[in-house]
Nanobody, 125 residues
Framework: QVQLVESGGGTVQAGGSLRLSCAYS???????MAWFRQAPGKEREGVAS????????SYADSVKGRFTISQDSAQNTLTLQMNSLKPEDTAMYYC???????????????????WGQGTQVTVSS
């Protein structure tokens, strides 16, 4: 069983930065860990993912070059550094995970079975 707890959300002006953290337990050495977001009236979408077995990362086109995902197995923490924030980044952000021997499974939202409660990010213009 994996438990996830997000923190670090808040309100920031456009162009600013925020750092989200996800404390997890029940970690395995081969897992997909990811950040998703959901804006009001929109579907939940993937933002970034990391496959802990290889350290490989993937990003949505809308956040490439601005967001960085990282995982610290010693601290049991998943982090999303968000720079150059835009009003369209406003959403509830969720940490998610699932155990898998295959990195390709990180791409599918439906593969994630463990979810945090979410943390709100609001970017004002």
């Amino acid at each position: 069983q994996v438990q996830l707890v997000e923190s670090g959300g808040g309100t920031v002006q456009a162009g600013g930065s925020l750092r989200l953290s996800c404390a997890y337990s029940g970690y395995t050495s081969r897992s997909c860990m990811a950040w998703f977001r959901q804006a009001p009236g929109k579907e939940r979408e993937g933002v970034a993912s990391v496959y802990t077995g290889a350290g490989s990362t993937s990003y949505a086109d809308s956040v490439k070059g601005r967001f960085t995902i990282s995982q610290d197995s010693a601290q049991n923490t998943l982090t999303l550094q968000m720079n150059s924030l835009k009003p369209e980044d406003t959403a509830m952000y969720y940490c998610a995970a699932h155990n898998s021997p295959y990195a390709w499974t990180c791409a599918g939202k439906s593969n994630y079975i463990y979810w945090g409660q979410g943390t709100q990010v609001t970017v004002s213009s």
